[in-house]
């Protein structure tokens, strides 16, 4: 499938239903959640950090972002978006270029944050990632993430005011979609979800509604964020740990086996020929 393919089949699953990205943080888990049924892959910045050997938060440096993205495209048949946390700049032409490496990695959509930075700034950001996709003919995807919520950046009972604010100046920017991580509660997320203009990504923690309860409320994606790549190394510390610790003792998985991990990637140089 062609990247305009893949980027027309990624904005048309944001316009029905509830879109469940399990997030990934390199090829091997990506290609693993694809043959689970996912129909689109996103990335975790977190465990893509950590993947890599650095603290998460815009620490990464790019050159290793645009690296894994190219091993996930490489290896999986459904569209990629990547978590490319501020774009790993603050000036927005160099953001840009930034992303324009994203582009030709294969990805299709981005994650861009305006964490503590004013929304101004990540306005302008989504603006000239906007008009370089253009150029290129690209029609990128841009999930504007507000972190209103998520660092408290208005008192409780302005966030739903604050986010709604955030959300029009994104728009104008050409945003796509709007991701509020942070946000559990059910009443907020439907004055979101009918007043942003945007469609609605949520992150999955701790009190959020069920899947069937945000389909309802009108939510269009779903992220695992980095829970997932959380759960996995917490797992790997506690089989280590036995291993280490337990003379030695033989490991082995529940589900999957070396045979069953190995056929995962089967044929995958082939089909890039």
Known sequence: MTTANHA???????????????????????????????????TTSAGVA?????????????????????????????????????????????????????????AVGINIEDGADSPDLLAGKIERIKRMAAQRGVDLFVNARTDVYLR??????????????????????????????????ADDIRHIVSNAGLPLNVMSRPGLPSVPELAALGVRRLSAG??????????????????????????SGKALDYGAINKLFDGIEARQH
């Open 152 to 185: 408290g950046l208005a008192s409780d009972d302005r966030r739903v005011e604050e986010t709604l604010a955030r959300a029009a100046r994104y728009r104008a920017a050409g945003a796509d979609n709007l991701f509020v991580p942070g946000v559990v509660d």
């Open 50 to 106: 950590w993947a890599n050997g650095y603290v998460d938060g815009s620490r990464l440096p790019v050159q290793h972002s645009v690296a894994t993205i190219a091993n996930i495209v490489r290896v999986i048949r459904v569209p990629l978006s990547v978590d490319f946390e501020d774009g790993y700049a603050s000036d927005p032409a160099t953001v840009a270029d930034n992303v324009a490496r994203v582009i030709d990695a294969g």
């Open 226 to 251: 980095a829970s997932i790549s959380i759960a996995t190394l917490d797992c790997v510390a506690g089989l280590a740990d036995s291993f280490l610790h337990g003379e030695g003792k033989q490991v």
């Open 8 to 42: 027309a089949t990624f904005r048309q699953l944001h316009q029905h239903g509830l879109l469940l990205l399990a997030n990934a943080w390199d090829a091997g888990s990506a290609r693993l959640i694809e043959s689970l049924g996912a129909k689109a892959i996103a």
